[in-house]
């Protein structure tokens, strides 16, 4: 039942949302919905923490619905995404202006995507699967193309090919693995997981499925969407591009590619790896040089959602590990990220970090906690990403030793860009755009208390996520 209300809720919102809550509720509306689905997920984890052997789940039994196939289940992993999307979308929301325009549709959108994400983390049939990460990519486009800023529209048609195009590839990957399974023919997981494909089934089926991930996560050579999108974007749609829907491709590498095709990765996996070696390097030698403050973090995203697929990729208990819960703690750290480029924008005006300066001195508030994000962001010792990073990196020097220290060089990039730019933003002397800065306010310190609150929960107690993900990767 848990994870009825958990999808249910967003989806039941984003439709009351549409159909015209009164306009100036509807940011206090969504945000309580977004509040709920927290407060539901939160028990779930409850459960288990006492029973971690079980899963969260609920099938059409208890929906009353004539269609077995929407069946849904968390385990560990996809309880641990669910987690974060419901962490992160009341903070989202929470940050949107109160003006926002055709605000309705907006935060129908953002519901509405929260619910689709759900869907792509829990479902257990392959069909379903797929409708949920198409359904996803629909508000993102309308966020993007609606609300996005100059030359908004072109980018998102862009964006939509390439992760269209992708998905195609994986849909006819689904329909003839379907076909392969025993008769009556079933897309459910374990149908597929009971496949026992030769290695020239698996090659084509795990490119075509590799596509539509690599597209989504982005790795090399398949990024060229991202940068852009992340740039026009309102702030509140690249928090959900960054922090959450970029880990279905993540989370699909995970699912499918690894159980469904070991093959392939056994025999050719330093291709793959490579790729994402080159996307690590290549997106923290970009953020070096990177003058905008916006694509920066989108190049710092790029580097570490390389390193994430790396410990994927890498097939060793370490790596994936790592990579399970570097999945969570990007999210919550490049959502905080955000939030913070969008309070500098917001008050500062500039996107250009060479006009901004001194705003250490004027808000002391808003640069400690700055800093804690930018210190998570550079794997510092008892913050989240320390752990997550060193498992990963732990996994590939257990791979190849010279892919780990390649790998391991994007802790040094990523310390040099972080700490520059935050040199640059937060000291020197103040500029025009930062004279009048103001500090953090109450509700944007409660925005930022549970991002606070999990870069060091699993920095310095990192057991609690660890011992489910252990349980999941054994």
Known sequence: MILALILGIPLVASLLLFGGIRRGQSKSFALIASLIVTAVSLIGGYN????????????????????????????????????????????????????????????????????????????TDMIVFYIFWELALIPIFFITAFWGSHDCKRVTIKFLIYTVVGSLFMLVGILYLYT?????????????????????????????????????????????????????????????????????????????????FPDVLANNSMIFVGLALI???????????????????????????????????????????????????????VVGFFLCYYIIVKRGKGNQIDKL??????????????????????????????????????????????????AGLTVILGAVYMLKMYQQVMYGAKKEHTEQFQDLTWSEMVMFAPIILFIFWIGIYPTTFLQWIDLAVR
């Open 48 to 123: 288990l923490t006492i029973a971690p052997d079980r899963c969260l789940h609920f099938d059409s039994l208890i929906l009353n619905l004539p269609i077995p196939a929407f069946s849904f289940k968390a385990d560990v992993v996809s309880y641990l995404l669910v987690l974060m999307t419901a962490i992160l979308v009341p903070v989202i929301i929470a940050s949107t202006d109160k003006d926002k325009e055709r605000e309705n549709s907006f935060f129908a959108h953002i519901l509405l995507m929260e619910a689709a994400l759900i869907g792509v983390f829990s479902a």
């Open 180 to 260: 392969l399974t025993p008769a009556p023919h079933s897309f459910s997981f374990e149908a597929f997981y009971a496949l026992k494909l030769p290695y020239s089934v698996q090659l084509p089926l795990f490119l075509a499925f590799f596509a539509a991930f690599a597209i989504k996560i982005p790795l090399f050579p398949f990024h060229s969407w991202q940068a852009e999108t992340y740039y026009v974007s309102p702030v509140q749609g690249t928090m959900l591009l960054a922090g959450i829907m970029l880990k279905m491709g993540l989370y699909g590498i995970y699912r499918f590619s690894l159980p469904l």
């Open 279 to 333: 996307g690590v390097i290549y997106g923290a030698m970009i953020a070096i040089t990177q003058p905008v403050l916006k694509k920066l973090i989108a190049f710092a995203s790029l580097s570490h959602v390389g390193l994430i697929a790396l410990g994927l990729l890498s097939n060793t208990r370490y790596g994936i590990e790592g990579a399970i819960l570097q999945m969570f703690t990007h999210g919550i750290n």
């Open 357 to 406: 300066g001194g705003i250490a001195k004027v808000a002391p508030k808003f640069a400690a906690v700055f800093m804690v994000i930018v210190l998570a962001n550079v794997s510092l010792p008892l913050t989240n990403s320390f752990v997550g990073e060193f498992l990963i990196l732990l996994g590939l020097f257990q791979y190849n030793i010279p892919v780990a220290v390649i």
